[in-house]
């Protein structure tokens, strides 16, 4: 169980052996486009940088993908594939937390209702970047329908960060006791963080590929 819960980081891999192909295939632009192998006058770690000051939280995306900066290299795909899988971790992670402290004593009824109602929308996020992380996996060919699969991806990660949004406003107001509340609403706040980061990444991804 533990295994199927945890992300997969197969999109990178995938992307990797996808850049392989099509230079071996001899479809530079496209690869060029991906970013494998590409000159660049920026090291892997300023390409992080440099990609994560677009977004809105650049210092949360730059200390959450910096530390996959050998697998990322210069590639936008690998970067926009890891900033979901670092997401999707983070999602999970805070799901089972919260699922835990609703079965906790000395919580009121209405506690614990506010507390199921975000794990059920969390819930709903997850599935939505598991869904966007299987179509980014569709990037392992040069697909016909490029502009159609990185808008299905734009879509899922929105709707993902609209659950998360709905999820930290239950936590308004004075539904819960200080230290729970302020503990569940930092962390819930820092996943939405993390996908308005990742939906940045996809969204100039596509800029880039469409």
């Given amino acids: 169980m533990e295994a199927q819960s945890r992300p997969r980081l197969n999109t990178l891999v995938i992307a990797a052996a996808l850049t392989m192909f099509l230079m071996q295939q001899g479809c530079f632009s496209y690869a060029r486009l991906l970013g494998a192998g590409a000159k660049t006058r920026f090291s892997t770690t300023e390409f992080i940088k440099v990609s994560c000051s677009k977004t809105s939280y650049p210092t949360l995306c730059f200390n959450s993908l910096s530390r996959h900066a050998s697998l990322i290299q210069t590639s ?35 506690e614990v209702g506010a507390m199921k109602d975000c794990v059920e929308e969390l819930s709903d996020s997850v599935d939505e970047l598991r869904k966007s992380i299987d179509e980014m996996g569709q990037l392992r060919r040069k697909p016909p329908n490029l502009g159609l699969l990185l808008n299905d991806i734009q879509t899922w990660v929105s709707a993902a960060l609209t659950d998360e949004t709905t999820c930290s406003d239950g936590f308004a107001g004075k539904v819960m006791n200080g230290n729970v509340k302020i503990a569940v609403r930092s962390q819930i706040v820092t996943i939405a963080h993390l996908t308005s980061n990742a939906l940045a990444l996809v969204n100039k991804l596509a800029s880039i590929l469409v």
């Avoid at 970067?79 to 699922?99: E, F, I, Q």
């Fill in 76 to 110: 936008p795909v690998l970067l926009a594939g890891a900033a979901l899988n670092v997401t999707l971790d983070a999602a999970l992670s805070t799901s089972t937390m919260m699922h835990k402290l609703s079965k906790t004593h000395g919580m009121t009824p209405r």
